[in-house]
């Protein structure tokens, strides 16, 4: 479904986009997408790692695990992240966390966000090739997919982010957010325009974060 969405495109509201878990019938989506030149394990590290939010993240500088995930973190893992399969911490699948989310980032007041990772999977994108249409070369990525806890039929949400080479050492970062319920139209509404702007600080934020230590 990232295909959907344009590249370098700010953060935005969208028609909904069906997610993993949560599938159809959405009442609508954010999505942004940004280049980001580092890899998509390297991007895919910091966002999986609750101790890195701090130093990149001011819409979201505290992560809290709530309940460590009853995977075995090397089965989901890329090969190249092996390094922090020992930890306890990772926002790997079966995971419950907590967002401490600064709507205003210049605030000590925040709001908590109760999430779970439903998907952590590497997938395959096929490129479009010349002017015939024909594909062209496969690229490889890595897809992450959070969820609020529990069922509330007033409002719940489903947050996909891919991390797709771009076959110049770097990638496309993606992002869609689909919402359910009537709470949406109160969400775009009342904190709309914090929403978006809390989203841009994370995009660029992660951005910064990878590209300096790629």
Request: aromatic content about 10%; glycine content about 8%; overall charge negative.
């Amino acid at each position: 479904m990232a295909d959907q969405i344009p590249p370098n495109q700010a953060p935005v509201f969208v028609a909904a986009i069906p997610t993993p878990t949560l599938g159809t019938g959405g009442s609508g989506s954010v999505v942004f997408s940004t280049a980001i030149a580092a890899t998509p394990a390297r991007c895919l590290e910091i966002v999986l790692n609750p101790t890195t939010y701090p130093s990149w993240n001011k819409w979201v500088p505290r992560v809290v695990v709530t309940s460590a995930s009853p995977t075995s973190a090397p089965s989901v893992l890329p090969e190249s992240l092996a390094q922090l399969a020992t930890s306890q911490q990772l926002l790997v699948p079966g995971t419950k966390f907590c967002f401490e989310v600064h709507m205003d980032p210049d605030s000590a007041s925040f709001r908590k966000t109760d999430l779970e990772v439903t998907v952590l999977e590497a997938f395959e994108e096929q490129q479009r090739g010349g002017s015939d249409g024909e594909h062209g070369d496969s690229r490889k990525g890595w897809r992450v997919v959070w969820k609020t806890q529990g069922d509330p039929w007033y409002l719940r949400a489903e947050r996909v982010q891919e991390f797709l080479e771009d076959g110049a050492g770097g990638c496309l970062y993606t992002n869609y957010e689909t919402f359910h319920g009537p709470l949406t139209f109160a969400v775009k509404t009342f904190v709309g325009k914090q929403l978006m702007a809390g989203l841009t600080l994370w995009m660029n934020g992660l951005k910064a974060a990878a590209e300096a230590t790629s």
